[in-house]
Structures are given as structure tokens and as C-alpha cells.
């Protein structure tokens, strides 16, 4: 059987190595025939840490990664440089960063 890709848009960046992307479809109302927006939220896999929130990516399923974790991201913008991100969440601030905010005080 082939490997499922979506397309999607990263919704959080906040873990490491790890995106979450929201991918809409749109399905017809059984009764009233009209035309309804419906998303799902899959965790995919970002070796690099080079996707951010608001990134458009496309996923492709792979063999499980984690309890969440199945899809692995395959191609995003052009700009997205490896390592883009600079801090993790709860890494400390560097001591030249808050000694310049301190002076402006």
C-alpha cells in the first residue's frame, strides 16, 4: 500500500524535534448538502527543527516514531534553514542578552 501525504499547516513548534500540523478538508453535509470544513491534528516528526508555526508542510506516514508520532514531515518552505530555532523552551537567557535590556532601563 502507498505512504499517505497530506498537506497542512504547522500549528506548534513547542517540542523537540516535533511539529503539529493542522490539515483541513472539506466534506459535503449528508442532509443539508452544503460544504463543511473539517481538520485533524497529526504530531510529525522534524529532525532538524527547521518548521515553525504558521509553516505550510507536507507530511508523509511513516512506520511509528512514538505513541503519537506516524508522519514525518517531507518538504516545507524554502526559507525554513535547519536549526532555526535558537532557544528551546526553558533554556536560561544569555548573560549579554539581559545585561543590554538592563541598561535601556
Do not use: F, Q
Not at 515553525?52 to 518552505?77: H, N, T
Amino acid at each position: 500500500m502507498p505512504k499517505r501525504i497530506l498537506s497542512g499547516t504547522v500549528v506548534s513548534d513547542a517540542c523537540n524535534k516535533t511539529v503539529v500540523v493542522r490539515v483541513e478538508r472539506r466534506v459535503m453535509h449528508p442532509v443539508y448538502k452544503k460544504y463543511v470544513s473539517r481538520s485533524k491534528k497529526y504530531a510529525a516528526h522534524d529532525e532538524e527543527n527547521r518548521y515553525r508555526a504558521g509553516d505550510v508542510v507536507r507530511i508523509e506516514e511513516c512506520r511509528p516514531l512514538s505513541k503519537r508520532k506516524s508522519w514525518i514531515v517531507v518538504e516545507g518552505p524554502a526559507d525554513a534553514a535547519p536549526g532555526r530555532r535558537t532557544h528551546k523552551p526553558g533554556d536560561t537567557v544569555p548573560e549579554a542578552v539581559t545585561a543590554d535590556v538592563g541598561d535601556a532601563a
